[in-house]
């Protein structure tokens, strides 16, 4: 399993943004920002440490430090995942030490949104005018971050 440090995309910026085709399996890995990845076409598994996990387009994903995840495109098809890496300090200094999502939202920032225990790990599913607005923003982003 590799490993993926964070100067290796986050060394001038503070956010990397990209786009990849997934036509077989991403090999597994694990990394050391927060990633949210969404899947703007095609349809596959997520394994995320151990467990399997199906997605398909409008699927979002949020994935903390240290888990180890791969992506897994339909036999004989292609899947597109979009990526934004980032680590919690991006919004705010006091978060340089954090390593997971729940800290985001449990920052003063968001504490709204919280309501009590939060998942390790987000998987949600947009509804399909929210696919479109998210295809529409992280091609946004991409161009920006170019």
């Known amino acids: 399993m590799g490993y993926i440090h964070k ?8 956010v990397f943004v990209n786009r990849v085709s997934v036509r077989d399996e991403l090999d597994m890995h694990a990394h050391e920002f927060l990633e949210i990845a969404f899947i ?15 997605v398909r387009e409008g699927d979002l994903l949020l994935i903390n430090y240290d888990t ?3 992506f897994v495109a339909q ?3 292609s899947m597109t995942v979009c ?3 980032f680590t919690p300090a991006f919004f705010d200094y006091s978060l340089i030490d954090s390593k997971n999502f729940a800290d985001i ?3 003063f920032l968001f504490h709204v949104f919280s309501t009590g225990d939060l998942p390790s790990h987000w998987h ?3 509804s399909p005018a929210h696919v479109q607005n998210a295809a529409r923003l992280y091609e946004s982003m991409q161009k920006e971050y170019l």
């Open 75 to 77: 036999e004989g098809t």
């Open 7 to 14: 100067d290796q995309y986050l060394q001038e910026e503070p």
């Open 68 to 70: 180890p995840h791969s």
């Open 124 to 126: 949600i599913h947009l």
């Open 83 to 85: 990526n934004c890496i």
């Open 40 to 54: 703007e076409q095609g349809c596959g598994t997520h394994i995320l440490q151990s467990e399997s996990h199906p």
């Open 105 to 107: 939202m449990r920052h």
